[in-house]
């Protein structure tokens, strides 16, 4: 990484500053403002963190513009065509693909953590039956901090990966659990003998009085929406995890921070949010409308699936996930109507110059709740879904901050827009 300089006159100040210009082994150089307070007086605004860069990083890389999407360098295309979940969490936490023996070392590790302490069955029983899978979720995974106080030292790298590792482990159980306590059903124990995707989905489905026959295309459907998951650089649930993380907060917290932030409908619910919205459009003829509605600004309504904060291009996720959702349909034999409506709406999007113009492409979540639909995954718990596969790409993240000794709190600064100082009023004079 090289340095070079720019030099920052303030206008009408007359002051001046020499920033640092950072670069990275991809993508544009940054300009490195940290002493522009203590050389100009002049904070930075930046709303939404559209021109920002919050830390360094050596795991995701994206190029909105082109749409591309690497993870430590292999792209996307390449991992979902070779490569499984398991594999790619390896490789995002420790920054190379595993040989075959660290391969079979990690999958050994994730297998053997699985299973949930038994107190946290009761803890799951306190929640009122109907409770979203998110919250529970959130608050399970926060309470996990209570289960491994004497392995939370987060200074002891070992302390660190085992924590990593149970997290990855133990997010499809506390899933499957919440799912099946929202249905009345007993919660199943993980097997071993069964790979990961394989082994949630007979977690979420087996039930004791018969055995449950998977069609392969289920795990692997599941498998690669799990890579096409697992991590998309500083998008707000991992950003969150990082701050939360920059205070010194055990990982189970900073996890539990990352899927409330994760829960939003504009960002990993929108998953949950498109099929709702194809419900509610209801049959294709109905998708003309629905987009003249997009378009109006004062409709509130907004086509969900569509825009990314990053991806000004085709999201390279999408058109990976597109064929598996025919190839998923066609195998499992399902024939969804909603499909129908998401095609029509996908063409008539696409035709039309309001999100041309604004370069508003399907995202990933456009099609990853049909697919999940398909697999009979309820709605309610597709951004548990995403929550699952996105443990990965937090842990990873939370790691490598964790490991990184020039790692500040995060604590940004604001624009004051309130009152200027004014003297207090007793009660009877206000
Ligand atoms: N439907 C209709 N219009 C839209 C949409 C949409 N889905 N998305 C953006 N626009 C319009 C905005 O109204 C705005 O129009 P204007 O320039 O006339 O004011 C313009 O496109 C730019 O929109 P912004 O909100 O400024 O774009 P931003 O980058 O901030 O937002 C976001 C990105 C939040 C994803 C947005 O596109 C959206 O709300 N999409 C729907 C929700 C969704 O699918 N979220 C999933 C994100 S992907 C993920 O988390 C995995």
């Given at each position: 990484m090289s340095a070079k300089h720019a030099a920052l006159t303030v206008a009408d100040s007359g002051k001046q500053t020499e920033l640092p210009l950072i670069e990275g082994s991809l993508g544009p150089a940054t300009l490195d403002i940290g002493r522009l307070y203590r050389d100009t007086g002049l904070f930075t605004f930046d709303q939404g963190f559209v021109?920002?860069?919050?830390c360094k990083s050596a795991i995701t890389y994206i190029d909105g513009d082109q749409g591309v999407l690497l993870y430590r360098g292999y792209p996307i295309e390449q991992l979902a065509q070779n490569s499984s979940f398991l594999e790619v969490a390896y490789l995002l936490i420790n920054g190379e693909l595993p040989d075959a023996g660290q391969a079979q070392v990690f999958e050994h590790e994730v297998t053997h953590h699985t299973m949930m302490h038994e107190s946290l069955k009761t803890f799951m029983h306190g929640?009122?039956?109907?409770?979203h899978p998110m919250a529970m979720l959130c608050g399970v995974i926060g309470s996990l901090a209570a289960f491994y106080h004497e392995q939370l030292d987060i200074d002891d790298a070992e302390h660190r990966r085992l924590a990593a590792i149970r997290l990855i482990a133990k997010m499809p159980t506390i899933a499957a659990a919440a799912y099946r306590y929202s249905i009345g059903w007993p919660i199943r124990f993980p097997r071993n003998n069964l790979e990961y995707c394989e082994r949630f989905l007979h977690m979420m489905f087996e039930v004791p009085s018969e055995p449950l026959h998977l069609k392969p295309v289920a795990a692997r459907a599941l498998d690669l929406l799990f890579i096409l998951h697992a991590d998309h650089e500083q998008n707000a649930s991992t950003s969150t995890v990082r701050l939360v993380g920059?205070?010194?907060?055990n990982p189970y917290a900073c996890v539990a921070a990352g899927i409330a932030a994760l829960w939003g409908p504009a960002h990993g619910g929108a998953n949950e949010a498109v099929l709702k919205m194809l419900e509610e459009i209801?049959?294709?003829?109905q998708v003309a409308r629905a987009v003249q509605r997009a378009k109006?600004?004062?409709?509130?309504?907004r086509l969900m699936g569509f825009g990314h904060r990053v991806y000004k291009n085709y999201d390279p996720r999408a058109a990976i996930i597109r064929e598996m959702c025919h190839k998923v349909l066609d195998e499992l034999g399902v024939s969804d109507p909603l499909l129908d409506v998401a095609m029509e709406l996908e063409q008539a999007a696409l035709k039309d110059d309001y999100f041309v113009e604004r370069k508003l492409y399907p995202n990933v979540d456009f099609y990853s709740g049909i697919i999940y639909k398909a697999l009979?995954?309820?709605?309610?718990?597709f951004t548990v879904m995403f929550a699952i596969a996105r443990t990965a790409g937090w842990v990873a993240h939370w790691l490598e901050q964790s490991a990184d000794a020039s790692t500040k709190i995060g604590r940004p600064r604001q624009i004051y827009t309130g009152a200027v100082r004014r003297d207090y009023v007793a009660v009877d004079r206000r």
């Open positions: 021109s920002t860069a919050s929640f009122h039956y109907d409770a920059s205070t010194g907060a209801g049959d294709a003829s109006d600004k004062d409709s509130g309504f009979g995954i309820p709605t309610s718990m």
